[in-house]
């Protein structure tokens, strides 16, 4: 019992005794930090850790399950120790991708869980990890696209570039492109010649504007004459046919007429050239002024778009004998 007294007034036995309970505390707090409770570390590598910073979140599916632990730089690439919940299940084919977090800036880091066996403490190699973007990557996949290129045909066809544009080549480099200049400077005087068609165009239709009071009186004068000659051109057949019937009634002359027959016709035949010479120039003169009038009337109606046409002489029914509208 003494002895026990003894000691713990001894300091060297406190002095132990607080080493080892320091010991203790932190080797629990090291081990706490390292491995934290209910939580389970998860390592990847990659060949550029620019896009990620200790503290950022990791998901799992969109879902929050972690965040990045520490980011350190090893002499063959970039190693990057993430906390996770213990519950979630990181597999031995895992994927890793880091995207951005919104327009602004910001990344997270998602994980793929892949594989049936647990990771456990093997690390993520850098071929199953994405960036956003990795210039590293970029300038890697570029070499591998040249490197399938065959330099001798390239170099070939310089080489016949440079053979073609030297020695008298040169002349006919410099004769290609004054042909080209000739052609810039004929379009160009085209260019000219077309903008004098526009105004001589503008400068017609400004005339024809100007004069559009004549031509819509001429328009209505020629269709009074057409409808006229129409109207004249029926009561000649009414004639005609009033003729046939005065024919008929001297009938009882026939016998008159056979002793006189060829004397008869010849006279009829006369009178029937000379009517059917005005009939047919008659119907000559009303188709040349329908043309006319159709002309003048189409360069109206391009004038007045949209106004509605005038009502001319020919828009009009004259009732006669022997012809009704």
């Known amino acids: 019992m003494q002895s026990v007294r003894r000691s713990w007034r001894n300091p060297m036995f406190w002095g132990v005794t607080t080493i080892a309970l320091t010991a203790i505390v ?19 590598y990659t060949d550029d850790a620019a896009s990620v910073r200790a503290g950022d979140s990791v998901r799992v599916a969109g879902i929050n399950v972690g965040t990045v632990k520490h980011v350190s730089l090893e002499p063959q690439h970039v190693r990057v120790q993430l906390s996770l919940k213990d519950d979630v299940f990181i597999g031995d084919q895992t994927q890793v991708d880091v995207r951005m977090l919104t327009v602004v800036g910001g990344y997270f880091v998602t994980l793929v869980p892949l594989g049936d066996r647990r990771l ?25 696209i040249t490197d399938q290129v065959a330099p ?42 077309l903008t004098k068609i526009l105004e001589m165009s503008n400068e017609y239709i400004g005339t024809m504007n100007g004069n559009r009071e004549l031509l819509e009186h001429l328009i209505s004068r ?31 002359l026939v016998p008159f007429y056979f002793e006189h027959r060829q004397d008869f016709i010849d006279r009829v035949r006369g009178v029937l050239a000379e009517f059917q010479t005005v009939a047919d120039r008659n119907g000559a003169l009303v188709r040349w002024l329908r043309r006319v ?14 106004t509605p046409p005038e009502l001319l002489a020919t828009d009009l029914c004259f009732p006669i004998e022997g012809s009704r509208c």
């Open 26 to 44: 932190t080797l629990v707090v090291g081990w706490v930090y390292i491995s934290p409770p209910h939580q389970q570390l998860v390592t990847f």
């Open 120 to 144: 456990g403490q093997h690390p993520i190699p850098a071929d199953r990890v994405t960036m956003p973007y990795s210039l590293v990557r970029t300038l890697s996949d570029a070499t591998k």
């Open 152 to 193: 001798r045909p390239i170099n070939e066809s310089l080489s016949q570039i440079q053979q073609g544009l030297a020695g008298s080549n040169t002349e006919i480099l410099a004769k290609i492109i004054d042909a080209g200049n000739g052609v810039s400077e004929v379009l160009e005087r085209q260019r000219g010649q």
């Open 222 to 252: 020629i269709a009074i004459l057409e409808e006229t000659l129409i109207l004249y051109s029926k009561g000649f057949g009414s004639s005609i046919e009033g003729l046939g019937k005065i024919v008929d009634d001297i009938y009882p």
């Open 293 to 306: 009038r159709g002309r003048m009337q189409t360069t109206l109606d391009a004038q007045n778009a949209g």
